[in-house]
């Protein structure tokens, strides 16, 4: 019997709340439903979710946790998330709810969260994405929906009780031709699905064949209201299809009566934060869409150690003058408070599965060579895979810069105050000011 498994009998006539909006909490949802188990409501402190439901259930903030509790009732509060379950336990602990609610880890070692990325190729060039770089060993192409079946199946026979499975890592999913038959496939076995994609795509009878499939999680990102922002970041991609195909996403999901997530992740830039931001944001209310935001980032970890190693990619020193958060500046304040450790949730929680089915050591890397572990995941088992993990020499130096805080953005509010330091230049709007504040707390 699994941990996950381990937990019901401790849910039993207790109210259970969710710690986790987004996909690990879903799943976890979905994981409890199928045990007859009902949740009381959601917590999440990002303020996206603020007067949102995920599921028809109320997403509340930390701070209002303890005046929604009935002293007469027990509660259980199950953390549910994939990379953040440490701070979460601080929050908990700063709140005064430990002692007040049972507080459980979802996260079972025996079954980590499985992303598997069904297409390693982008129809965009983003100068943030290392698709932008046409000089990587990294194999274009899908993965069959035979061979995804294969992948799934071996998933389920070495973590049978996953409660979710994010089907992205850098390349576009809605752009292979079985998106559809994937998720049904997944959701046979009783498993969430999440997808993440730029939505600068054409095919609508495949996106309409996708949410009849209900979907539990789909993040789209966006940076930018008007063309000359959202090109400067999302190189390719086409903001007026995009907001053409949000328009359709909002009529599907009314017309098959899904309750899939669409979580509009907005990535913040020095060009972009001002009208840009305050118009898409009314966008996303418009269509009852969940609004989030984040500081772009340089990604992947490759690019962010040349950086440090005094040789930045031309791609890395355009984007820094545009970026609200430096690198160096969101390493360092992303470390205050940080303890030594040689343990990382990128390593440690996840199992990443190319579409070539190598295994790379985390979500985090791109290029192949020393960071696979596995050259075919179909063949080795999770043991061979957390024992090759364990051996990776660039873990030791991405730990000991503190480079999984500042991929996780830790001290949020100290990115905020780096942010409103910045000048902004926001573009694309007429009638918006070269020279702009930034709004408010993202």
């Not at 009566?257 to 669409?262: A, C, E, K, P, R």
């Amino acid at each position: 019997m699994s941990n996950k498994h381990q937990i019901l009998p401790k849910l039993k006539n207790k109210k259970v709340i969710i710690w986790g909006a987004r996909m690990t909490g879903i799943g976890a949802h979905r994981f409890l439903a199928a045990h007859n188990i009902p949740i009381e409501f959601f917590i999440d402190s990002d303020l996206a979710f603020q007067n949102n439901k995920v599921l028809n259930l109320e997403v509340v903030v930390p701070t209002d946790v303890k005046e929604k509790l009935d002293s007469n009732a027990q509660y259980v509060i199950l953390v549910a998330v994939s990379l953040k379950e440490e701070e979460i336990k601080r929050i908990i602990d700063k709140l005064g709810l430990d002692g007040v609610v049972e507080v459980i880890s979802f996260r079972d070692n025996e079954n980590p969260y499985f992303t598997v990325d069904i297409l390693s190729s982008c129809n965009l060039r983003c100068a943030s994405c290392p698709h932008s770089i046409e000089d990587h060993d990294v194999p274009r192409g899908s993965m069959s929906l035979e061979t995804f079946k294969e992948v799934f199946d071996k998933i389920l026979a070495d973590a049978p009780s996953i409660s979710h499975i994010s089907l992205y890592s850098w390349g576009e999913p809605l752009i292979h031709p079985h998106v559809a038959e994937i998720v049904e496939y997944v959701h046979a076995k009783n498993v969430a699905v999440a997808l993440s994609s730029n939505l600068s795509i054409k095919f609508e009878d495949r996106i309409e064949r996708l949410i009849s499939m209900s979907p539990d999680y789909l993040k789209i990102s966006v940076s930018g209201y008007y063309p000359t922002a959202y090109n400067n970041t999302h190189a390719g991609g086409d903001i007026n299809l995009v907001k053409s195909n949000l328009y359709r996403l909002r009529y599907l999901l009314d017309k098959y009566s899904s309750n899939t997530v669409v979580d509009i992740n907005y990535h913040l830039y020095r060009d972009n934060s001002g009208q840009n931001l305050l118009k898409f944001k009314e966008l996303a209310q418009e269509l009852n869409f969940i609004f989030s935001e984040t500081y772009a980032l340089v990604m992947p970890l490759e690019r962010v150690l040349s950086h440090l190693e005094g040789a930045p990619d031309f791609q890395t020193k355009r984007l820094e003058s545009n970026l609200l958060v430096t690198i160096d500046e969101g390493i360092a304040v992303s470390s205050i408070g940080a303890t030594a450790s040689t343990e990382c949730p990128f390593r440690e929680n996840q199992i990443n599965i190319n579409a070539d089915l190598t295994v790379p050591v985390c979500c985090t890397v791109f290029e192949r060579g020393e960071n696979v572990v596995a050259q075919n995941f179909l063949n080795a088992s999770l043991s061979e895979i957390a024992s090759a993990k364990s051996k990776v020499e660039l873990c030791t130096k991405c730990t000991s810069l503190k480079l999984p805080e500042y991929n996780m953005g830790y001290n949020r509010a100290e990115w905020l105050k780096l942010a409103q330091s910045k000048t902004l230049n926001d573009v694309g709007s007429k009638s918006a000011p070269k020279v702009i504040r930034l709004l408010n707390d993202h």
